[in-house]
């Protein structure tokens, strides 16, 4: 299918061909009839691409704030490499459209193929021919409300959430500031609403159109027409609520926001505009300045958008699919008329030409819409459960060899920030090694992959990879929840299975995994414990030698706050931020023990995540990992000491190492990066593979540090240690 997507870096707009999206629980599948641009949002973003470096960080100063972060964490050369890969990929764009279902997802029972569905998000309602959209982004559109009014409920939802903010009542006058796309809307919903309105723009013909939709008055905000409407409608009280609903740096919008509204009226900021509130203005008049998010509420929640989780009416009246319901229905009863705001319809083939049309200000328009050709397209195979067994493990028969100059063929399954920041790089240019194929649910990332690591082939498919016997291995890099079930498949195909941390969240996941090695005799997995194929550790390990007797580690984790949104706080479904990394150093420890965990007895700091957690170990030693997130952002992450026959071993944030003993050993400078040992992991994956010797970690090793991260949750819940029996 095609889509079109941008590269930040370059500024290059491309109509890509993408793989198309697997069909997930708890969404639809939907064939896309129309998709707004959206003049203002979509725009800026192009226009940002096509700035300089030095442009884009001054266009985004939150995110050069973020880079700083990452570099003092992580260094310089790391934290390069994921800007610039993530600079120099495609992006997608669009976020309101209207299309028909295609395929349904389960979970699914209030719409069937072949509905017409208005859908909504920037990840969920591109500019493709397909988008899979969860529950709660979609609403079915009207009898009689033709595709391309539908089209527009995302931007309706915008507008109509604005209006909610400002409280607006029957009889009120309001400004709004801003005859775009989204203005034009507000005033009609203004208007709708018996509130009578005055509109501000410098294009004159964008005034003209907001007087036919509703507007009592409008005129340029430089003039004195606006003011003297305000004066007329009002009484010289002012008006009750001004909507911001313009973009740019000037700061002309909050200070004339300020001059036309009333002692305590609403200021409502919908739009992007400069905000420097002239003090005085504002705390004279005690303004009540407001921001409405996006479609409403429900938005940047993941447990709403992404796992359906509603909001009960009675708590929250307008969320945002049900913002999205009520727009439609404004626009099949007549209440709002978009036609008159289209002021183009371009070929979904034309996007490109359409999207530089508009940047060069050759096509003046409040709405453009790409319009999409019919066609049809095959249902994807359904899923087969495989029933949970006994926990066991046996021995293995060795791996098959490889020809000395046949290539490893690996398969990528989920292709983001981790795996084509860590792992990719390292693979794609290594000797005797192919990178085959990547399979992403959205069809995006993978063909981002494919053309910058050089994959053969790209797809959403995969049912088709796991039964492709020139696949050797496939890597698992996707989201936590998935890893167990997507291993414990690769392994039943017969694959030698990579997968990133954690293997499995509960113990049923767990055993599940185990039962496919014993029903397939394939044990040919790895998890990415990463942390003991460091270089600086294997060697700082080395010089500290063997010991007699017992030890005792303490490992400091300074894991920090994660960032508003992420998806790693989505506990109910991804499992604890422990859960899901705590397995690295469970991992690291066991390692520098030479020994599996007997037990865990874990403890929470009260208020927040930070843990405590002490391993005991057959010969009596322990370990201590202080796993905590609210540690100072320059602070190292990672610390490690080992005491034991009289020596010591340190690690300071895989930058320096020593080792204090008869005699002091103390890495001799500091590395160009951290590294923290992903090249040497998968350096041995690929050996071991491709000669079809062992693993390099050892599966009952992988067990026992999975089933010892599971106890963890197990102990602050139970409040006492938790022994680890050893599966027969």
Not at 702 to 708: F, I, R
Not at 712 to 721: E, T
Request: hydrophobic letters at 40%; proline letters at 5%.
């Amino acid at each position: 299918m095609k889509q079109v997507v941008q590269n930040y870096k370059s500024g290059e707009l491309a109509l890509l061909d993408v793989p198309v999206p697997g069909c997930k629980p708890g969404g639809v599948l939907v064939r896309s009839a129309y998709s707004l641009i959206s003049t203002g949002t979509e725009l800026m973003k192009v226009s940002e691409a096509g700035m300089s470096m030095v442009g884009k960080a001054r266009s985004r100063p939150d995110q050069v704030a973020k880079v700083m972060q990452s570099v003092a964490t992580n260094g310089v050369p790391a934290t390069y490499r994921k800007v610039m890969g993530k600079l120099d990929s495609y992006t997608p764009l669009g976020y309101s459209l209207c299309g028909v279902v295609e395929e349904v997802g389960a979970g699914i029972d209030d719409v069937k193929v072949g509905d017409l569905v208005a859908c909504a998000g920037n990840e969920h309602a591109l500019h493709a021919e397909l988008n899979w959209v969860p529950k709660n982004l979609y609403a079915p559109v009207p009898d009689g409300l033709a595709p391309r009014h539908a089209a527009f409920g995302t931007v309706g939802s915008i507008a109509l959430q604005g209006v909610r903010q400002g409280e607006s009542r029957l009889g009120e006058v309001a400004l709004v500031i801003g005859l775009g796309l989204i203005g034009q809307l507000v005033v009609q919903l203004l208007a709708a609403s018996g509130v009578r309105v005055v509109g501000a723009d410098p294009d004159p013909a964008r005034c003209e159109l907001a007087e036919r939709l509703g507007a009592a008055a409008c005129g340029d905000p430089a003039s004195a027409a606006v003011e003297t409407a305000v004066a007329e409608l009002t009484a010289g009280h002012g008006v009750d609520q001004v909507y911001l609903a313009a973009g740019g740096g000037s700061n002309q919008p909050v200070e004339l926001a300020a001059r036309l509204c009333r002692d305590r009226g609403r200021v409502v900021d919908i739009g992007k505009c400069r905000l420097d509130l002239p003090w005085n203005a504002y705390y004279e008049k005690e303004l009540d300045v407001r921001f409405s998010r996006s479609y409403g509420p429900g938005r940047y929640d993941p447990e709403y958008e992404l796992q359906g989780r509603d909001y009960p009416i009675g708590y929250v009246r307008w969320t945002e699919r049900r913002n999205l319901a009520c727009f439609l229905d404004l626009v099949a009863r007549g209440r709002v008329d978009v036609e008159p705001l289209v002021s183009h319809v371009a070929d979904f083939d034309d996007a490109v030409e359409t999207y530089r049309r508009l940047k060069d200000g050759e096509l003046k328009a409040v709405a453009v819409l790409f319009r999409y050709p019919e066609h049809g397209m095959e249902a994807a195979a359904p899923a087969v459960a495989v029933p949970t067994v006994a926990v066991s493990t046996k021995s293995m028969k060795p791996g098959p060899a490889r020809a000395a100059r046949t290539p490893v063929r690996l398969a990528f399954v989920g292709a983001g920030n981790y795996a084509t920041s860590m792992l990719l790089p390292h693979l794609a240019q290594r000797d005797g090694v192919e990178l085959s194929t990547v399979v992403t649910t959205t069809a995006l990332s993978a063909a981002n992959a494919q053309r910058k690591f050089g994959f053969a082939e790209a797809t959403t498919d995969l049912d088709a990879v796991l039964g492709d016997s020139a696949v050797d291995a496939v890597f698992v890099v996707t989201r936590h929840s998935s890893h167990a079930e997507l291993t414990r498949k690769a392994l039943l195909a017969g694959k030698a299975v990579f997968v990133e941390k954690p293997l499995a969240l509960t113990g049923d996941e767990l055993a599940g995994v185990l039962a496919a090695v014993e029903e397939s005799g394939n044990d040919r997995l790895q998890v990415g414990f990463n942390r003991r194929f460091a270089p600086l550790l294997q060697e700082a390990r080395q010089r500290f030698g063997a010991r007699t007797g017992p030890a005792s580690l303490r490992y400091l984790v300074n894991a920090g706050r994660l960032d508003h949104g992420s998806w790693y706080l989505q506990q109910g479904s991804e499992g604890s931020r422990f859960a899901g990394e705590g397995g690295h150093f469970i991992d690291t420890a066991s390692w520098l023990l030479d020994a599996d965990p007997v037990s865990v007895y874990a403890t929470a700091t009260s208020g927040t995540e930070d843990l405590q957690v002490v391993l005991r170990y057959p010969d009596g030693s322990t370990a201590t990992i202080s796993y905590v997130t609210t540690g100072p952002a320059g602070f190292p992450k990672e610390t490690l000491d080992l005491v034991a026959d009289g020596r010591a071993l340190r690690l300071d944030d895989f930058v320096r190492a020593s080792v204090y003993g008869r005699k002091k050993w103390v890495s001799s400078r500091l590395p160009k990066a951290r590294d923290k040992g992903q090249n040497a992991e998968l350096a041995a994956f690929v050996k071991a593979v491709r000669t079809g010797g062992p693993m390099p970690v050892p599966l009952e090793s992988l067990v026992a540090t999975t089933a010892a991260t599971l106890a963890v949750q197990a102990g602050l819940a139970g409040g006492a240690p938790v022994t680890l029996e050893r599966a027969r």
